[in-house]
């Protein structure tokens, strides 16, 4: 069996990608983290706020509906207002996943800038420029922090070997087939 001998990405490729996407994505990261937090204090808060409501509410002025139907509803009155906390928190979670979605559209559709694209490809293997190369979809636009964090998820994934085997297969289709092969696909058929 054949070895492959082209080397493979190192750990220093996968070192350099996520000190760039680090430096490229820590305001947002940031931003979103100390988003969440205060909208968990905040709500947190407004959770015991409508808890002390539910329970100070008085429904003796419901007498007219009759004892048991106020019993009942002195009964039930926190689970009530339990279901009402669950869905304002998942109404809340909702729209929070949105922010940090749009968030980090945002942030991957940000441009890299020249300078800091060429200290990363300065640093960078030749099976790590590949994969890169393959990561960057759309040449006639500027490489963008989308274009990074997929090469760097692709070099996690093996995508350089993929490359490599992927360009074995290509030559194997071009090279003529022997005299032998031709004579054992005569005497197959």
């Known amino acids: 069996m054949k070895q492959n001998l082209t080397p493979q990405p190192t750990r220093h ?16 990261k940031i931003t979103c983290t100390v988003v969440i937090a205060v909208v968990a ?23 007219a509906f009759g004892p048991q139907a106020v019993e009942i509803l002195q009964q039930y009155n926190s689970f009530f207002w339990w279901a009402v906390v669950a869905l304002c928190t998942l109404i809340i979670a909702y729209f929070l996943y949105r922010f940090i979605r749009s968030s980090q559209e945002k942030v991957q559709s940000k441009l890299v800038s020249a300078e800091m694209f060429g200290e990363i490809v300065n ?15 759309d040449r006639r636009n500027p490489v963008s922090v989308g274009d990074l964090q997929r090469t760097a998820h692709e070099l996690r994934a093996r ?25 054992k696909n005569l005497q197959s058929s």
Request: glycine letters at 4%; proline letters at 4%; a negative charge.
């Open 13 to 28: 490729d996968d070192t350099v990608l996520r000190n760039a996407l680090l430096k490229l994505t820590a305001t947002q």
């Open 41 to 63: 204090l905040v709500w947190y808060d407004l959770l015991n706020r409508v808890m002390d409501f539910g329970h100070g509410i008085d429904y003796a002025g419901l007498h």
């Open 123 to 137: 640093q960078l293997s030749e099976p790590a420029r590949e994969v890169l190369r393959w990561a960057w979809l």
């Open 159 to 183: 995508r350089a070997a993929k490359i490599s085997l992927a360009r074995e297969h290509a030559q194997a289709l071009e090279t003529p087939p022997t005299a032998d092969t031709q004579a």
